[in-house]
């Protein structure tokens, strides 16, 4: 499994940009599938976005498509979530997650990091 650190959260207004980052700890980095979830208050864990080992196949949820991008730095353990256009409804905690499937399930996945807040209001 890997450890997974997340950054980049935080407190903006609609229309607003923000990156996420999640750092990985482990050698075998590059070869895991890597994702992003978010979870908002009362309300059950969202598939946002997933990754190949390599970067060259993603796909991205309906709600977020053309206004978020995942990407990753296999050179620096790192995957990015890119968000332009925020909304109020995005506002939710992001999570980062690792696994073997491209998934958009959320059981495909068994290394998780901590979340990072992102709020969205005027």
């Known amino acids: 499994q890997l450890q997974l650190v997340e950054s980049g959260g935080g407190l903006v207004q609609p229309g607003d940009s923000l990156r996420l980052s999640c750092v990985a700890s482990g050698r075998t980095f590059s070869s895991y599938v890597m994702a992003w979830f978010r979870q908002a208050p009362g309300k059950e864990r969202e598939f946002v976005a997933t990754?190949?080992?390599?970067?060259?196949?993603?796909l991205h949820a309906d709600s977020v498509k053309g206004r978020f991008t995942i990407s990753r730095d296999n050179a620096k353990n790192t995957i990015y979530l890119q968000m332009n256009s925020l909304k109020p409804e995005d506002t939710a905690a992001y999570y980062c997650a690792g696994g073997r499937l491209f998934t958009r399930s959320a059981n495909g996945y068994d290394s998780w990091g901590q979340g990072t807040q992102v709020t969205v209001a005027s």
């Open positions: 990754i190949i080992w390599n970067g060259g196949t993603t």
